[in-house]
């Protein structure tokens, strides 16, 4: 199998290093930045572009991993083909090559990527959508490649998906920001906090997110948030306030 990759962010380059370990052949990356192309495609011995006109049009299988406002013109500005396309955007509706392609659907991996960090992708859930069954098995046996957690999900559910994804990765990474910046001005590291971190997560195994909730404003307790509020600047008094007060109507039955 060949591929094309149209993307070298964060997504693509750990896609074109786990499907290249799995044997697909990754014929071409494609970046509007060439120098991130090139970056990309010299990992796995592949051509780069920063021209669409100039993809290779013989792969058996297009993988678009760029800004999610950047989908649909890449879908409008090539033609189809006859190959299996798809994107791997967590919000954008598999109706984005609607009336472009004949095979095509969506290949979307729920996690959080980085250049400088492989990912294992063994235990990364993705899910697949397509346009009709005999795709979703095309796409499905591919996502099967990578993980062993494979799941069918409508457009609907994928963008359901991503603000909750939104809420429990990246708005939490936000507020250990912000007990970073708290504890550089007490002049304390930040990992001091990672035991406390680990169990957290690690409680999740056993609990719900609702049962596993601690703190002064699930013990109700005015006086040590006005204090905490008193030490913060407005901004960081602003969100734990919210917060707290969030805290306190999800549980008020409890």
């Known amino acids: 199998m060949k591929a094309v990759m149209i993307g070298a962010g964060n997504v693509a380059t750990n896609l074109v290093r786990a499907l290249s370990a799995t044997g697909i052949e990754v014929v071409q990356v494609y970046s509007h ?5 090139r970056e990309l ?6 051509g780069a572009t920063d021209d669409l006109s100039a993809l290779e049009m013989g792969a058996d299988i297009y993988i678009i991993s760029v800004k999610d406002d950047a989908i649909v013109n890449v879908v409008s500005s090539i033609p189809d083909n006859g190959a299996l396309w798809v994107h791997t955007s967590g919000s954008i509706p598999m109706t984005v090559f609607e009336g472009r392609r004949q095979r095509y659907g969506v290949f ?17 859930p993705f899910f697949i959508e397509a346009v009709n069954d005999g795709v979703a098995l095309e796409i499905e046996a591919l996502a099967q490649r990578l993980s062993q957690r494979v799941f069918h999900a409508t457009s609907e559910q994928r963008r359901r998906l991503h603000i909750a994804a939104v809420f429990a990765c990246n708005f939490a990474n936000h507020l250990w920001t912000l007990a970073d910046d708290v504890l550089r001005d007490a002049e304390l590291p930040f990992d001091v906090m990672l035991p406390l971190i680990s169990t957290t997560v690690d409680k999740l195994k056993r609990l719900s997110p609702a049962e596993s909730q601690t703190g002064p404003a699930m ?3 005015h ?8 030490m913060l600047d407005k901004d960081k008094a602003l969100i734990y306030k919210t917060l707290s007060d969030n805290i306190m109507k999800r549980h008020e039955q409890d």
């Open 108 to 124: 979307y991996p729920m996690q959080s990527f980085s250049k400088q960090i492989a990912t294992d992708f063994t235990e990364v």
């Open 219 to 221: 013990r109700r307790d």
């Open 223 to 230: 006086r040590v948030m006005q204090s905490h509020m008193a």
């Open 33 to 37: 930045a060439l120098a991130h192309a």
């Open 41 to 46: 495609a010299d990992t796995v011995n592949a």
